[in-house]
């Protein structure tokens, strides 16, 4: 069976420092990947999305970046992160070819102070 | 452009009673998938069930179902016997048919109903 993997499970950053957010997936080979963000109380919104190695599309401009370096890695980055970049990151897989349910990672609750 | 509206944002129900949560959405779409998200004090996002718009039938999952009326854009789900445990937020989400490989096959959620059962 599949199961998707992300750590660090919880984050404590400063203003200005970087971020890297990682998330694999298990049991599965060429999956859709997706980055989700949620702000407390609200809703999911796609950050990027993966349709393969080093295919990164982007769908709000910020200071977050992505990378796929391998099939079943999808990672989250920034440079220097901003007080609104706090919030609720989820990672989704999908099948590439036939799925079209999303299934979602634990999370990863970062907090910039 | 696809929107998803879920004008409940909160509700509760007593443990053991049935209890229906809206969405309504916006789509051009013909062919199209819808879904259900719940989403505990964990905060993991469970899928909870799925609709295929091309059926007609009504999808079933145990206690939960839906009522999906394609001309109205209604995609209303039904939790029976409430359990204490259903205590989440439910998210209602949209996704466009994408049968190509290589497609983005992107979700576009609802702003959620947190639902809280009662003892």
């Known amino acids: 069976s599949q199961t998707i993997h992300q750590w660090p499970a919880t984050l404590v950053q400063p203003v200005g420092s970087p971020l890297s957010l990682e998330c694999t997936v298990e049991?599965?080979?060429?999956?859709?990947l997706y980055w989700y963000r949620q702000a407390a109380g609200r809703g999911l919104q796609l950050l990027f999305y993966?349709?393969?190695?080093?295919?990164i599309s982007s769908e709000v401009p910020q200071n977050l970046s992505a990378s796929r370096p391998q099939d079943r890695q999808f990672i989250l980055s920034s440079k220097k992160l901003l007080l609104s970049d706090s919030g609720f990151y989820l990672c989704?897989?999908?099948?590439?070819?036939?799925?079209?349910?999303?299934?979602f990672g634990p999370g990863t609750r970062l907090t910039v102070t | 452009a696809q929107t998803v509206t879920q004008s409940q944002p909160e509700m509760s129900v007593q443990e053991a009673e049935t209890v229906t949560l809206s969405c309504t959405y916006d789509?051009?779409?013909?062919?199209?998938?819808l879904f259900w998200y719940k989403q505990p004090p964990s905060r993991q996002m469970i899928l909870v069930i799925r609709?295929?718009?091309?059926?007609?039938q009504n999808a079933t999952e145990n206690r939960f179902s839906v009522n999906f009326q394609k001309a109205a854009k209604s995609f209303s789900l039904k939790i029976s016997d409430s359990q204490l445990g259903d205590t989440a937020m439910y998210f209602c989400?949209?996704?466009?048919?994408?049968?190509?490989?290589?497609?983005?096959?992107?979700?576009?959620f609802g702003s959620g109903t947190q639902l809280t059962v009662l003892p």
């Open positions: 049991g599965t080979s060429n999956p859709n």
């Open positions: 609709q295929e718009a091309y059926k007609q």
């Open positions: 993966s349709v393969g190695i080093g295919q």
């Open positions: 989704a897989w999908t099948l590439g070819v036939a799925g079209y349910e999303q299934y």
């Open positions: 789509t051009s779409e013909s062919n199209y998938y």
């Open positions: 989400a949209f996704m466009k048919h994408e049968p190509l490989s290589g497609s983005a096959r992107q979700l576009t």
